[in-house]
């Protein structure tokens, strides 16, 4: 198969822009790489790649030669996996991206699990709060939570979620508990700067209003914001994946929960096309198996958030 290693090879780095980073998705040295492509263009005799001082860059030759390789590798791999699918396995290289506090709690676990129960797949996870490019990245799949932006994705809802205001014991002591969302503007909130909007949203009535939270505590990442939040520095709004053990340890209570926050979805999300690959489709019916229904931080709304409270 050393052929189409060189071929594999040859693809990464032009899609890469580079032989470091086509050696590192293909979890090979650089040296190594390299040497495939010499092979490869030795091969064929002919020039593949022009390398000059700006970078790398495919030739005319190579562009085609590209072009007629991914054929080539698509077709291979949905052979074995047709082939895998028969004896119910799953195999290759699963690439995945995940939210860094949702996919640490939540999705780790699973990912070992699923390893377990197919030894020839492996995992490349990538725990990240910015928005990846799957197609441009060469991911295989991504879990996203709220809105979906990119419409060319095929995407599966595996599990709701929900908000909540929360504040420590200790907190509400010091400062007295807000009743309504206005009264937010006299307390110190911690703000999570991971979202594009960082107004607090609530159903009043029949409608919606929005606060802008004010605070001198401020960060990207939604563990950071508990741990203050637990500390006693502040006022949050947190999803419910990652509060339900603070609130049912009784180190943060839920407050102003007769104000419901908006709901989401949680997504697992694949690059466009009508075959789903074997390794993509045991990760997408194990996140279904475990998340769909009532998930295990949400039983229902935990306890509609302590029976407000």
Known sequence: MSE???IRAFVEVVEAGGFGRAAKRLGLSKSIVSRRIARLEAG??????????????????????KTRAERILVDLDEARDAVAHQAGEAVGRLRISLPVSFGLRHVAPLLAELTARHPLLEIEAAFSDRFVDLVGERLDAAIRIG???????????????GAAI????????????????????????LIYTGSADRDWRFQVGKRWT??????????????????????GLGVAALPTFLAADAIEAGTLVPILSEYPMPEYGIYVVRPPGAHV??????????????????????PCQMAALQAAS
Do not use: M
Not at 147 to 161: F, N
Not at 166 to 182: C, E, I
Not at 219 to 226: R, S, T
Not at 278 to 295: A, N, Q
């Open 166 to 189: 929360v504040a420590s014991p200790a907190y509400l002591a010091r400062h007295g508990r807000p009743q309504t969302p206005a009264d937010l503007a006299h307390h110190e909130c």
């Open 4 to 6: 189409l290693d060189d």
């Open 44 to 65: 064929l005799g002919a020039r593949l790649l022009s390398r000059t001082t700006r970078g790398i860059s495919p030739t005319e030759t190579g562009l085609e030669f």
């Open 210 to 231: 929005s606060v802008r939270p004010e605070g001198r505590l401020l960060a990207d990442n939604g563990d950071a914001i508990l741990r203050a939040a637990v500390n």
């Open 147 to 161: 809105d979906l932006k990119d419409s060319s994705l095929v995407a599966r809802r595996i599990a709701q979620g």
């Open 277 to 298: 690959p074997g390794k993509v489709r045991v990760l997408i019916d194990l996140l279904v198996e475990r998340f769909g229904g009532e998930p295990r931080w949400d």
